[in-house]
């Protein structure tokens, strides 16, 4: 079992940056890849960027890439998403989610996590 926990997430306005970060506890999580993704009103979750358990290797979607960073401590306990230039359109709640030994694109989608957070809401205030 593992358990997340993000923060960082609040009330910031067009062109700030922001950092969530995603507390992982439980059984080795050093053999979790974590994603984040995000769902905003009436919308489905979109994945925003992950990092590979195996070499630190990242993704990210298209709607973020090039704002976006995913980082991950030494221990693996904590994971970062850093978003840079932020819009109003990425206003959602974010989760961090975490998937046994997977890696690959195969992290955008949601079906290879076994474990998610509750989710941090960021709101982008126009």
């Known amino acids: 079992q593992v358990q997340l926990v993000e923060s960082g997430g609040g009330l910031v306005q067009t062109g700030n940056s922001l950092r969530l970060a995603c507390a992982a506890t439980g059984s080795s999580v050093s053999d979790y890849s974590i994603g984040w993704f995000r769902q905003a009103p009436g919308k489905g979750r979109e994945f925003v960027g992950a990092i590979s358990w195996l070499d630190d290797s990242t993704w990210y979607g298209d709607s973020v890439r090039g704002r976006c960073t995913v980082s991950r401590d030494n221990a693996k306990i904590m994971t970062y998403l850093q978003v840079d230039s932020l819009r109003p359109e990425d206003t959602a709640v974010y989760y961090c989610?975490?998937?046994?030994?997977?890696?690959?694109?195969?992290?955008?989608?949601?079906?290879?996590?076994?474990?998610w957070g509750r989710g941090t809401q960021v709101t982008v205030s126009s």
């Open positions: 989610a975490a998937a046994w030994k997977i890696n690959g694109v195969v992290l955008a989608g949601t079906l290879g996590y076994n474990f």
